[in-house]
């Protein structure tokens, strides 16, 4: 699938459950870094979601958003994860490698918007009021960005291992930008946009300390100053999950499975 806006072509993985879907459509987790991950994210929904009555776990639609390539995490991800950023505000790359080309996340905000929703919910009977993303270390950056900056694009923001010290001065202001227009009652003239409810997740694996970004302190942090808006009577609900001895690649499955029951038990009970 092409972008409109950008020209870039992306690959999209879809999984329709064999349910009839609800009265008001299924609920859908888009999904990033597809190529690796969307088997096992269509795994995690079909098992637990196969009793719902025990589980409370509703079939879903799932979207894989991923690239024409066979590598499991494309250099294209770079890109469309992150904002234009200044080389003193992130970290050497690799071997000391320059980084991929970044900077791309509005257009690739904008694609979501535009081009790829319409398009899934011309192919499948959808609830747009049940709507989850999901995105691991870069993704979860552009997941945090999406809810700061464009809050009405999903209702459930899951934001594994994000990459907040990836451009820390970038991400705070944001932050405080959502912080404020939450803590309105108008939400800056978006009430129209914004869903009434958001829920958030914020997840990292408990070896992630080790490295230099300390993503887990940042992770827990920025959950922990979230989730005083709900005490301020926010209609933000914020969970913070930390899987003990995993790493940022170990925790992947640990936090697919947190992240269906997270987005789908919700939209089952309604």
Known sequence: MR???ANRDYRIFAFKPEEAPPPGGYPVIYLLDGN?????????????SRVQKKTGVSPAVVIGIGYPSDALFDPARYYDYTMPTQPDQIIPGPEGKPWPELGGVDEFIEFIEQDLKPEVERQFPIDGGRQAVLGHSLGGLFVL???????????????????????????????????SRMGQGDRQGDSSRTPKKLSLLITAGQL???????????????????????????ELR?????????????????????????????AANG
């Open 3 to 5: 972008s409109t806006a």
């Open 36 to 48: 690796a991950l969307f088997a096992t994210m269509v795994d995690a929904v079909r098992a637990q």
């Open 145 to 179: 960005q999406a809810l700061f900056d464009h809050p009405h694009l999903f209702q459930n923001y899951i934001a594994g291992s994000p990459s907040i010290h990836w451009n820390k001065s970038y991400m705070a202001e944001a932050e405080q930008r959502f912080v």
């Open 208 to 234: 992630e300390q080790s490295h230099p970004s300390r993503m887990v302190e940042n992770a827990n942090g920025l959950a922990d100053r979230l989730g005083k808006l709900a005490e301020q009577g926010s």
């Open 238 to 266: 914020v969970e913070y999950c930390e899987f003990a001895g995993e790493s940022h690649i170990s925790v992947l499955p640990a936090l697919i499975s947190r992240a269906v029951r997270f987005a789908l038990v919700e």
